[in-house]
């Protein structure tokens, strides 16, 4: 599919807007209190998905992107006002670009991108017996997806009236401590923390602010083995804590709303009773 093809896919089949706004008009003027717009990767659920409603909440315009358009559509419902649901593979350059594309179509502009598209890949498979295509499938979306929206943030960010805006990366605390069995993942986490130091160090010239959450046992689908029993690092098998995940999208929105000479570089957000800290 061409680039303009996926564009005007998702612009006509994932839009809601409230209103009768001209958006692209009001969307030049950056005064206080005009509207500001984001982009949220992995979307269609989780913490995506909680992210997107928190945003929505406090009056921000969302563009959502995920692989899967229902899913998108089913976190556009959950919401009024604003928002466009673009369905999108992160680790298509193409498709990202048409992602941005059809957001400045729509609002004009991008405040933040929220790089949170990402995957565990397999569970309890040691290292000697993972496939290449199983490693090499969860570096595509987890570190060269984020590259590539954070590529394109970077490039309408830097052009656009006000110019600026601000990336947030959704690391792990596998981006500090591995669990067992978790290669991929934990490599791509401790990947991203550079790419969220390089990408605040290029982005000074740029008026682009970059920072990182990284999160312990959120309550959402992709955590649900925790609740069950996890794999510990002595070899027993244990059932963690799990906090609210709508207290991870309340910290993203912390974040995203801070004035541009202001950035969290770090920030770790966990269940407090989860073996993080401590001997293993």
């Known amino acids: 599919m061409s680039t303009q093809a996926r564009e005007n896919r998702g612009t006509r089949a994932g839009s809601r807007t409230g209103g009768g706004e001209d958006v692209r008009a009001s969307a030049g003027a950056r005064g206080e209190g005009a509207r500001r717009v984001a982009v949220v990767t992995g979307a269609g659920s989780g913490v995506g998905r909680a992210v997107t409603l928190e945003l929505r909440d406090k009056g921000w315009a969302v563009v959502l992107a995920g692989r899967g358009a229902a899913a ?24 990202v670009d048409a992602l941005f594309a059809a957001a400045g179509e729509r609002f004009g502009r991008v405040d933040l991108l929220f790089n949170n598209a990402g995957m565990s890949g397999p ?79 290029d982005g000074r010239a740029h008026r682009i602010a970059c920072g990182q959450i990284d999160i312990g046992n959120a309550a959402t689908e992709m955590t649900r083995r ?15 804590p799990v906090m609210d995940v709508a207290d991870v999208a309340r910290t993203v929105r912390h974040m995203a709303e801070l004035p541009l000479e202001a950035n969290v570089q770090f920030a770790t957000v966990l269940a407090t009773a989860m073996p993080y800290i401590g001997r293993g």
Not at 85 to 95: G, I, K, L, N, S
Not at 175 to 195: E, F, N, Q, V
């Open 123 to 201: 569970a309890g498979v040691p290292v000697a017996e993972l496939e290449y295509d199983d490693w090499l499938r969860v570096v595509n979306v987890n570190l060269n997806g984020a590259f590539l929206c954070a590529r394109a943030a970077f490039r309408m960010m830097a052009r656009q009236e006000p110019r600026g805006g601000r990336i947030i990366n959704n690391g792990s605390v596998s981006a500090h401590a591995p669990r067992p069995d978790s290669a991929p993942y934990t490599a791509t986490k401790h990947a991203m923390t550079g790419l969220t130091k390089s990408l605040s160090l």
């Open 72 to 95: 998108l559509e089913e976190t556009a419902a959950l919401t009024p006002g604003e928002v466009l649901a673009v369905p999108t593979d992160v680790t298509r350059p193409a498709e």
């Open 226 to 240: 925790m609740r069950d029993g996890i794999p510990q690092a002595n070899g027993e098998l244990l059932a963690e």
